[in-house]
């Protein structure tokens, strides 16, 4: 975990796997930052130029609102794709309650990186059922191409 500077975290890479943000918590969490109290660290990808928020955007928000000039994060490397493979995974057991248009758009998202995979393996990852995955693919197949042939869990 490093400091890094709010304004240096870029949240412009489609990594946002929420339908919105919920200004509430952004409030909430700018107070505790007022307040001096610590907040998890948010999670970027760094792909050698840019750091890409994947979790923590309700907390980057916040930091900003606090205006504080740096904020505690944990620097993965990696591209920006790989900073939206981890967000469509992010807050199933911690921060605030995914809404199911949350889910969603994780799912969309899930399957633009990963197409091929399977709606078990798009589920896993992304914490929700294989039927939404399943509907999900089946709505996306409606309005553009997607692979017919997948690919399991055991790499079949």
């Known amino acids: 975990m490093k400091k890094v500077f709010v304004e240096d975290i870029k949240i412009n890479g489609d990594t946002q796997p929420r339908v919105s943000i919920d200004i509430s918590a952004v409030d909430d969490y ?3 930052y007022e307040a001096g109290k610590e907040l ?4 970027v990808f760094n792909d050698g130029v840019d750091l890409w928020l994947a979790d923590g955007f ?6 900003r609102k606090a ?5 505690d ?18 807050n199933q ?12 758009r994780s799912v969309k998202m899930g399957l633009s990186i990963n197409p091929e995979w399977s709606d078990c393996m798009i589920a896993d990852h992304v914490g929700v059922s294989h039927e939404l995955v399943r509907t999900t693919r089946s709505s996306l197949a409606d309005s553009a191409s997607q692979p017919t042939s997948r ?3 055991g790499g079949r």
């Open 30 to 32: 700018a107070a505790s």
């Open 58 to 63: 309700h907390r980057w928000h916040a930091a």
């Open 151 to 153: 690919v399991t869990k």
């Open 93 to 104: 057991t911690h921060g605030i309650r995914r809404t199911n248009a949350d889910k969603r």
């Open 40 to 43: 998890p660290p948010v999670v």
């Open 73 to 90: 994060a944990e620097v993965l490397e990696g591209t920006r794709m790989d900073a939206q493979w981890h967000a469509v995974a992010a």
């Open 67 to 71: 205006l504080m000039s740096q904020v």
